[in-house]
């Protein structure tokens, strides 16, 4: 199960109905070191040396093919009529321009997917706080399996770390950009581990103002915060009635600054 933590408003509630999942740009984030990465251009040890000679002529031709002005064409006259002797010294001088293009491309996938941010959790104090209006609002839980369903929806589990994510040139160079650069949307700094983050992405070109409906059947429970108002937690359920939709309270616990789940009859 996927949890969404909402504040309680009419729109919200009106794309709850409609089983709305609202995509953002990663620049919307909250989190302010979002999509920082970093380009290691260190070479693989001598053991693989002729490997390394092999990928980066071939990722060389391949830069030359899409990206015609990245590379001077003198310079990769002279990357494909090296001798493997000579691959550490010239792939050093060309490193600045892979950067470059490597750090460009990145870029684009910035501008190529969407986000819809999700927890593994329903019960952390901490997104009551943050996401619910400090229990004014409410949680909604998914199944994962019917919300990855559709072949455009991917989805990463957050994983967290205290220094940005790396690119190795090398696994660049064996043609593994596409995999390796989503990556990046499912790095976070360490400190927001608490959040059990997992992250639905989809290309921005398949969406229509940035909204995917899910199936009907992929909604299966709201947690209502215990302060939420007594009148939007009725229009809720009678909105949802006869939808399979399971209803529970969360409700604090001050002796022991935790959120317990109740189911609501």
């Known amino acids: 199960m996927l949890y969404k933590f909402r504040t309680a408003n009419i729109n919200n509630i009106c794309s709850l109905f409609h089983n709305e999942l609202f995509f953002s740009h990663v620049d919307k984030f909250n989190d302010p070191f979002e999509f920082h990465f970093e380009i290691d251009m260190g070479l693989p040890h ?15 031709g391949k830069v030359n093919l899409a990206h015609p002005n990245t590379i001077d064409d003198s310079l990769v006259n002279m990357i494909m009529s090296i001798n493997e002797d ?45 996401y619910a209006d400090g229990l004014r609002g409410y949680c909604v839980g998914y199944d994962e399996e019917k919300l990855v369903e559709a072949d455009k929806i991917g989805l990463l589990n957050v994983s967290y770390s205290n220094k940005p994510h790396q690119f190795k040139i090398d696994e660049l160079l064996r043609g593994e950009f596409e995999n390796k650069g989503r990556e990046i949307f499912g790095v976070k700094l360490l400190e927001w581990q608490y959040e059990e983050e997992a992250r639905l992405i989809v290309e921005s070109e398949s969406l ?10 992929a909604l299966k429970e709201v947690i209502f915060g215990e302060k939420m108002d007594m009148k939007l937690i009725e229009l809720v359920r009678n909105l949802l009635d006869g939808r399979r939709v399971s209803f529970f309270k969360a409700l604090s616990n001050p002796e022991n600054y935790t959120i317990s789940i109740t189911p609501l009859m």
Request: glycine fraction near 2%; aromatic fraction near 12%.
């Open 46 to 60: 001598t053991n693989c040396r002729n490997t390394y000679y092999r990928n980066f002529k071939n990722f060389i």
């Open 86 to 130: 000579k691959v550490d010294e010239v792939s050093k001088a060309v490193a600045f321009a892979l950067k470059g293009m490597v750090r460009d491309r990145i870029e684009q996938l910035r501008e190529q997917f969407k986000i819809f941010c999700m927890s593994k959790s329903n019960k952390h104090p901490l997104l009551w706080g943050h």
């Open 208 to 217: 229509f103002d940035n909204v995917i409906k899910a199936k009907n059947e």
